[in-house]
Structure formats: C-alpha cells, structure tokens
C-alpha cells in the first residue's frame, strides 16, 4: 500500500538549502548586494547628485562682486565745421577709456550667499530623498523576487507529491479499489500545478523587470540568502515621523525661501559704482583722469521691492501650508502601513500554525479515508488543493509583510549607513 505524506518544513529549507548552494557556483545576488548596486547604477541618483554638485558650483561665485566693466569711448567729438570728427586737432576732444566696477550692498551679497547655501541643501536633501526611494523599490522588488521564487520551490515539491499521489492511484487500481476516474484525477491536479507555476513564472519575470529598473543587468543573477526581517515598533516610527526625507526636505526649502525674502528686502538699499577713467586730448594739452561714483535710487518701493518682498512671503506661507499637508498625509500613510503590517504578521501567524497544519492533518484524513475505502480521492484531491492554496498563500502575506516593514524602514527608520 502506497502512502502519500506530505513533504515536512525541515525537507522544504534542505531543498532550498541546495537549489541556493547550486546558485552559488556562479554569481549570486544577495540582498545586501542589490542595494548597494542601486545606490551606484541608479540613473535617477546619478540625476539628483549631478544637481547637487550644480548647485555646488553655483553657489561659489555667489558672494563675488560682479566682474568689472571697460569703457572705451570719445568725448566732445565735434560733428560741424572744419575740425569735425577729428580726433586730434581740436583741444576738446579727448579719447576716454576707464574702468568701472558695481559694489552691491552688503545685506544683498550676504543673502545671495544664503540663498546659494540654501540651495545646495535643497538638493542635497533631494538627493537624500532619491536614495532613499532607490533602496525602498530595490529592496521591494528584490523581496517579491524572493517571495516567488520560494514559491517556485515549493511547486516542485508539489510536483514530487503529485507524483507518489499518481503511483498510489495505479496501485490501488491494479488491487480492483477505486474506480476508473480516480486514474484522471492525478493528472488534473498536476495540470494545475502547472497552471499556478505558469503564474509564478511570469510574476518572477516581472519581479525581475522591476528590481531591473534599479540595478540593470544584474538583476536576472540567481538570488541568494534572505532580507533583513526589520522591527516594526508603531511607538518608534511615530516618534521618527518628522524623519521622514520628504518632511525634513522642507527645512532646507524653508532656509531658501528666508534667503530670498532678504535679497528682496535688501533690494531696497542702494547699490553703488565707481569708476576710473583717463583721457586723453592733444599732445599740446594735458592729459586728465576721472574719478566717479553711481548710486541706485530705490525711491519707488511700493511699485518694485514691495511686490517682490510680498511674492516671496507668500511662497513662504505657502510652503508652511505644504508642509503640514505633507506632514499629516505621511502621518495617515505611516498609520495605514503600521496598521497592514500587524494585520499581515497576524495573518501569517494563524496561517502557519493554524490553517497549515490544519490543511495538512485534511489531507492526511481524506487520505486515510480513501485508502481505507471510506472516501474518495476527490475529497483527496479537494483537500491537497486546499493545502496548496494555503502554503502559497503564506508564502505571498510573508513578502508582502516584508514589503510593507522595508517601506516603513526606508520611510521613517533610522538607516545612517545607506544615507552616505
């Protein structure tokens, strides 16, 4: 007499003890691996720290002078009479040629030099942002590869059962048991492991898709080990909210706009010129030099300083305004994933040691009913397919659950050593 019993957790982890050992004859790509390559292939990273090193750049000649003018020109040229456009005869005409430079007041360089600083901790933090969000989907897609790809494993052991539940059909057959259907029926659930394996393969191919977009190329590399399984405390995340890199990107957009609500009011200050000049007349007569000062006149600021000083106070308010939008979005989505994930992890929990070991003791009993003649194999058949429906699902709520901790881990976790 053939008994089918079921492949044992300990069977399953040597199975995928061997399939990681055979995967690691060649390159393997482990989680810790995958997040460094996005960190250094990600285009949209190389995008945000090209700007950063921009806004670097702009913001060293932010403090400088402007450059200096020449002037070059001729003064009283005559235009009339029998000396006109002569350059050299008549005693009035004098070739100039000077040097003039622009002094902005102090509080306006000061303020454009904050405001340049200020940028380059706006993009910074874009930059911070942009990491982040890289490790966050690298590390998702990394996972649903890996929560398939387990499954994969688990469809070959089904197929091994499958193949003892045929042999014990045939056998019970051939001693006058059963009745003639009872030989299809095998063949029908090995059809639709192969339809759930189809389903798998194709979701791995798009996990790979996706964790291709961060990394590239190696993405198609066989996976190897496991991810980090994060603690998920609902006190310490709350606490670190304010952490969140789209929350703490605000300080720097803030410190800009201050910057550049004082540039606008340091516009109503003058600014001044000086310029050296040397002229040249006849060789009969001397040469001269002049000496000249400029200043601005900012007597109408109700027309030009006022509106632009207004402008930037109301991008000011308006950003406070945005950010505690931003603020209590991220606090509803932090209430909402905390929450999925307990629900999740509850799940999983009764899943495996209540609904799996009840799934398995139904296939036992239907089992032992029909090869004590007692049952069919239809109820056999009904309960291994509950049971495959049920292993699969934990597998899928346990990625799942792992997404959700690795989102909130990127979100709002304290990570230091992949912000470098």
Request: proline share 5%.
């Amino acid at each position: 007499m053939f008994s089918l019993i079921p492949f044992q957790p300990g069977k399953r982890m040597v199975v995928a003890m061997l399939l990681a050992g055979f995967s690691t004859l060649g390159h393997s790509l482990t989680f810790d691996e995958a997040l460094r390559l996005a960190q250094a292939d990600a285009p949209q990273l190389k995008a945000r720290e090209e700007d950063a090193a921009a806004a670097q750049s702009n913001s060293l000649p932010a403090g400088e002078l402007p450059d200096p003018k020449l002037e070059l020109g001729i003064d009283n040229l005559p235009i009339s009479g029998p000396d006109r456009y002569s350059v050299s005869r008549d005693f009035m005409t004098m070739r100039r040629i000077g040097v003039m430079q622009e002094f902005p007041n102090g509080a306006k360089r000061e303020a454009r030099i904050a405001v340049a600083q200020s940028k380059v901790a706006v993009a910074e933090a874009q930059t911070r942002i942009t990491r982040l969000t890289v490790l966050r989907e690298a590390a998702i897609a990394w996972i649903a590869r890996a929560s398939v790809e387990q499954a994969l494993v688990r469809m070959d052991d089904l197929r091994a059962e499958n193949r003892l539940l045929d042999s014990a059909v045939k056998a019970m057959l051939a001693g006058g048991k059963g009745t003639p259907t009872d030989a299809v029926m095998p063949r029908q659930e090995a059809a639709l492991i192969e339809d759930r394996a189809d389903e798998l393969r194709t979701r791995r191919e798009q996990a790979i898709a996706a964790l291709k977009r961060w990394i590239g190329a190696a993405a198609e590399e066989p996976l190897q080990g496991t991810s980090p399984d994060w603690p998920i405390s609902h006190d310490v995340l709350a606490h670190s909210l304010h952490r969140h890199p789209e929350l703490t990107g605000f300080d720097s957009q803030e410190r800009m706009l201050d910057a550049e609500i004082g540039e606008a009011q340091a516009e109503k200050r003058p600014d001044w010129a000086l310029e050296l000049a040397y002229q040249q007349r006849g060789p009969q007569f001397s040469d001269m030099v002049s000496l000249q000062m400029s200043f601005d006149l900012p007597i109408f600021p109700g027309s030009r300083q006022d509106p632009k000083i207004a402008a930037k106070r109301a991008e000011r308010a308006g950003l406070d305004a945005e950010r505690e939008a931003t603020l209590r979005e991220h606090a509803a989505m932090l209430e909402s994933d905390l929450a999925e994930h307990q629900r999740l992890a509850n799940t999983v929990k009764r899943q495996r040691e209540v609904l799996l070991p009840l799934a398995d003791e139904k296939v036992e009993l239907a089992m032992a009913a029909w090869c004590g003649g007692k049952g069919s194999l239809a109820e056999v058949i009904a309960a291994r397919r509950e049971r495959i429906d049920t292993e699969l699902k934990v597998i899928e709520l346990e990625g799942q659950r792992r997404q959700v901790a690795a989102r909130l881990y990127y979100a709002y976790g304290d990570h230091p050593g992949e912000q470098q």
